[in-house]
């Protein structure tokens, strides 16, 4: 990924992260976290983890953002009185986000720089080798399992359950629609 491309992605995830913080609105809160899970899918991506960001797409921008919209406008939030924050959490806060950026200061500077080692396949595949022989057999030819892997054992082996998941959810949907809708009486 280039170096551009990266700090891009980087900025967009944090400002995301600080505008559902920082954001009254919860509606607009959740449409910030869309923005910060659309900023962390393009880092997965820049990782060549394809799957990853796609699915941090689909799954937690789409259908969970979808879930916490519905849960935001059926509980139909009001705004609430200004209040004074009180010094002693607001320290205590500061001071735990201190020591957490020492530590990862501490970490990231103590962590020999491995990013121009090649990966090692070699050894995954004779990790692999007695898990799973057909993607040991990958990892063996130099190709890293993909997608087609994941939906070939997922609509194998685990075809009943993957629809019994389905079924749920789409019962949950139907419940909490009508769950939301008003009574007019």
């Known amino acids: 990924m280039p170096l551009l491309l990266f700090w891009i992605f980087a900025i967009l995830m944090l400002l995301g992260g ?8 919860p509606v607009a809160s959740a449409l910030s976290m869309v923005v910060s899970f659309v900023g962390l899918a393009g880092l997965f991506v820049g990782l060549n983890a394809f799957f990853v960001g796609v699915m941090q797409i689909l799954v937690y921008a789409g259908a969970i953002m979808v879930l916490f919209l519905f849960i935001i406008m059926l509980l139909d939030l009001k705004t609430e009185e200004k209040r004074t924050p009180k010094l002693v959490p607001v320290i205590g806060g500061l001071g735990i986000v201190l020591a957490f950026t020492i ?39 130099g190709h890293l399992p993909d997608v087609n892997l994941v939906g070939q054992v997922a609509f194998t082996s685990y075809n009943l359950p993957l629809q019994i998941v389905g079924v749920l959810l789409l019962v949950a949907t139907v419940g909490v629609v009508v769950l939301s809708k008003r009574q007019t009486t």
Do not use: H, R
């Open 103 to 141: 530590q990862l200061l501490g970490v990231l500077g103590s962590t020999p720089d491995k990013a121009a080692e090649p990966l090692d396949l070699t050894a995954a595949s004779v990790a692999m080798a007695e898990t799973s022989p057909g993607i040991s057999a990958k990892l063996a030819a």
């Open 18 to 25: 600080l505008a559902v913080v920082v954001l009254p609105n």
